[in-house]
């Protein structure tokens, strides 16, 4: 669990899972900024829950929930 209050700034075109864990064990809670400020391609958070309160901003490219962008 990620519990995100602040600004949380993704910086590069990569894929977030947990490997080790179950389907669906991560989970990112956004009360706060949730960022892609770099890479032009896809950012990708495959089997996560994301509970967002917070802002979103895509400056550069697309983020990823399991294949849906946002």
């Not at 179950?22 to 956004?30: Q, R, Y």
């Not at 890479?39 to 399991?66: C, P, W």
Request: charged share 15%; proline share 1%; aromatic share 8%.
């Amino acid at each position: 669990v990620l519990n995100n209050s602040g600004s949380f700034d993704i910086r590069s075109d990569r894929t977030w899972r947990h490997f080790a864990g179950a389907a669906g064990s991560l989970t990112l809670n956004n009360s706060g900024t949730l960022k892609k400020s770099a890479g032009s391609g896809d950012f990708s958070f495959l089997s996560t829950v994301l509970n967002n309160t917070g802002t979103i901003a895509i400056l550069t490219g697309r983020i990823l929930v399991n294949g849906t962008p946002i």
